[in-house]
């Protein structure tokens, strides 16, 4: 027997030992620990092409296959650096980043974040200062209120890249059948104008919100609670959406379903699917960013071309008469590299160029730019004319931005959103009343401010 | 005598002890990578349960003992997702078995095309989970859903009904997905083991005057008992760690209502950034699985009838 076992003693001990060994390379080989969080390590010379990945969003904003196109433009101009990017949909960017995050180095050299995240982010050190990179033409020339969502305590954690709202937009074909001349300036002249085209039997449900349990059904609450006067926190950072003026919208929200004018579906229904419902001619008033107009106006995707129309987003009797003139929530979003990325230098140089006022003025149909610059002027009309569609959305836009209502910067914004998209869903299923589940939801957030 | 005795040397092993060290040295490279890749994430999850570990690169960790565990068991949350969970799996396995068991002995009973039913039994299995749940979740849609256009041809519904949004339907819609996607294991399992039934005991009970239903309950099902403690154990602890069908096709809505307890914990570690609470509720999980599997074998193993 034991000149049978020395051979497998050899052969174990080989295996053993490449097993070992294949277990320990790849941490041998991984780059060196993380820098600290605002002197970022000087790359190496490029003499082999640096590669970069960037995250983002397939949702508003650029579509991939535009963002794809600015990509082989920059590297083509810049042939020692190659960015691979890579799109999810909205809900999972930020998970995404997180787990990316875990990495050394990090999965992504630079990611999207959305105006609710910065906090949270710079609180967990993921952001890099770029203060010092921001020039000062770039500082004045873009919107002030584009720099407001990445930059705290006078310090600059990203490049500004979608200011995006949301947009009340209706169907002109379907007020017109059903005799209305003007799209309605409240919410409850709303409520009115919907009974009378279900009433007529042009759709059945006139009006599709995103209502499904994401961050959408917040965005959606934000934009009914400032029409109505409301906000989410007190002058003492304590919740106020679940004052009478909260539960008020909430209640509204509930009723509309019931009297069978919002569509059901709605809470389940994320933007897309809203956009899926006005484009197939299914709703007369649908609120959404700004990507579904120009999809509105593209015959393969929308069965409404040329139907789709603006109006500012109503307000509610109520908040009008406190002085409430609009009423719309923020949702833009930046570009930020990561505090670990060992190529902050070519990141940085590859947001300059995918934000630059160039590449934004040209791909202006998705997206307007944050340029303040190309609103004034002779830039202005330039502007309009650049797409097709931008002659409605420019002046949109221009409307309707300076109501935009931010949420709450803070630190625990995500654990709350949830628990506030929890209670809308409850209110809204019944499970619920809508001034208990709000409480409830307040009494979250309160518990988290202690944390 | 003696001699002998004394020639052969004591530290010679019996040939059972040899093949058994032969064994684990084959095993052992295997074993030790496994060990390598699964043992110091578990322990470290563990380790990290503990913990108040907020995400971060530059958030400090805080020991806090037992808190985790404390704060989630005191924790209603935590206790309605479990609910939920048990009740999924039950439902859920519940239907897989009688089912599987149904078309186990159709397969069996060798109808024509019976082939071609245990080919295609496994297009639902091989579909991936996100695949499946994707394509459920378009067939529950409310305005453009299969369900809805086939209810409303067949002149069940008068309006499309909108499914997902319905807090008692969610549920057993997600199940539903998981009982077509999954099914199909169950019964090629019962199948192979019905296949290694010996006739003669079924040709012998007919003889001897058993009906049908006689043979199947007293006869068939005893036999069957191994395979099905084999289905129910894997099903059981793969069913109650559910997450990815209930992620894509209702995001945990309605109001929550299909969040299970692995989403609960994907919930506290990525997106609420608290990993500590999430490395509990792991573990958890786990203290509930192995409870689980442990019930099943305490009362359904029978080793001799293994022989």
Redesign the interface.
């Known amino acids: 027997m034991r000149s049978f076992n020395r051979p497998i003693w050899i052969l174990l001990a080989v295996a053993l030992v490449s097993s070992l060994v294949g277990c320990t390379a790849p941490a041998a080989t991984t780059a060196p620990a993380a820098p600290a969080a605002t002197q970022p390590p000087v790359a190496p010379a490029a003499a082999n092409p640096v590669t970069i990945h960037v995250l983002t969003m397939d949702q508003a904003g650029l579509k991939p296959a535009e963002i794809d196109q600015i990509v082989k433009e920059f590297e083509a101009k810049n042939p020692d650096i190659k960015v691979v990017m890579e799109y999810v949909s909205y809900d999972n960017v930020h998970d995404k980043i997180v787990t990316g995050m875990a990495a050394k180095p990090p999965a992504y050299d630079a990611a999207m974040i959305d105006v609710i995240w910065p906090d949270e982010f710079i609180k967990a050190g993921y952001l890099l200062d770029v203060t010092d990179r921001v020039t000062p033409q770039m500082k004045s020339d873009m919107f002030p209120a584009s720099w407001n969502g990445v930059t705290r305590n006078g310090k600059v954690y990203g490049m500004p890249w979608i200011m995006d709202v949301k947009y009340f937009m209706y169907n002109k074909d379907m007020l017109e059948k059903a005799g209305i001349s003007a799209p309605p300036k409240t919410w409850e002249e709303l409520v009115a104008q919907a009974k009378t085209i279900k009433d007529k039997g042009i759709v059945e449900y006139p009006i599709i919100w995103s209502w499904n349990q994401k961050e959408g059904v917040v965005c959606d609450y934000a934009v009914l609670l400032y029409g109505n006067g409301g906000a989410f926190l007190d002058s003492n950072g304590k919740p106020a959406f679940n004052d009478d003026k909260g539960v008020q919208v909430l209640t509204w929200m509930k009723k509309s379903i019931d009297d069978g004018l919002t569509n059901p579906s709605s809470v389940s229904s994320d933007e897309n699917a809203v956009e899926a419902n006005f484009l197939a001619g299914k709703s007369a008033f649908a609120v959404n960013w700004l990507f579904q107009y120009s999809d509105s106006t593209d015959a393969s995707k929308s069965q409404i071309v040329g139907k789709a129309a603006f109006a500012p987003m109503p307000v509610f009797d109520a908040g009008a008469k406190a002085g409430v003139k609009g009423s719309s929530v923020d949702g833009s979003s930046s570009f930020a590299i990561m505090a670990t990325s060992p190529y902050a230098d070519q990141t940085w140089k590859f947001l300059t160029y995918i934000a630059s006022n160039d590449v934004q003025s040209r791909y202006s149909a998705e997206m307007l730019p944050v340029w303040q610059t190309d609103f004034q002027g002779d830039s202005l009309e330039k502007l309009k004319a650049a797409t097709p569609t931008n002659p409605v959305t420019v002046p949109a836009f221009l409307s309707q931005f300076p109501y935009a209502n931010e949420r709450p910067t803070v630190p625990y914004y995500n654990e709350g959103s949830a628990a506030l998209q929890l209670a809308i869903q409850e209110a809204l299923t019944g499970v619920k009343s809508p001034k208990q589940a709000l409480d409830d939801a307040a009494a979250k957030w309160v518990e988290l401010a202690k944390k | 005598m003696s001699v002998l005795s004394r020639s052969i040397p004591k530290h010679r092993l019996s040939l059972r002890q040899?093949d058994a060290r032969?064994a684990w040295?084959?095993i052992?490279?295997?074993l030790?990578?496994i060990l390598?890749?699964t043992l110091w994430p578990i322990l470290s999850t563990f380790i990290l349960s503990f913990f108040n570990a907020?995400?971060?690169?530059?958030?400090t960790r805080t020991f806090i003992g037992l808190d985790n565990y404390t704060q989630l068991i005191a924790d209603r949350t935590f206790w309605e997702t479990i609910g939920r969970t048990f009740y999924f799996t039950v439902v859920s396995v519940s239907i897989e078995l009688v089912l599987g068991l149904a078309i186990a002995q159709l397969i069996h009973s060798h109808p024509w095309g019976w082939q071609f039913i245990r080919f295609s039994l496994i297009i639902p299995w091989a579909v991936p989970t996100i695949v499946n749940g994707a394509m459920w979740r378009w067939i529950y849609?409310?305005?453009?859903g299969a369900l809805n256009g086939l209810l409303m041809q067949l002149g069940l519904i008068k309006?499309y009904v909108?499914w997902?949004?319905?807090?008692e339907a969610a549920m057993n819609l997600v199940i539903l997905a998981d009982v077509w996607h999954t099914m199909p294991f169950v019964a090629l399992i019962l199948q192979s083991a019905l296949a290694t039934l010996p006739a003669e005991l079924d040709e012998a009970a007919a003889v001897d005057g058993a009906n049908a239903f006689q043979r199947f309950w007293q006869i068939r099902l005893p036999l069957l008992r191994p395979a099905i403690l084999v289905a129910l154990i894997v099903r059981t602890v793969d069913a109650f760690r559910v997450f990815d069908i209930a992620y894509i096709i209702?995001?945990?809505?309605?109001?929550?209502k299909t969040v299970t307890i692995t989403y609960l914990t994907y919930?506290n570690t990525?997106?609420?950034?608290k990993q500590g609470t999430g490395a509990a509720l792991s573990f958890l999980i786990s203290i509930f699985t192995i409870l689980m599997a442990f019930i099943f074998i305490r009362f359904l193993y029978r080793p001799e009838e293994t022989q």
């Open positions: 040899q032969i040295l084959l052992l490279p295997s030790i990578v390598g890749v907020p995400t971060g690169i530059n958030q849609n409310a305005d453009f309006h909108p997902l949004t319905l807090p209702t995001a945990g809505g309605p109001a929550f919930l990525f997106t609420f950034g």
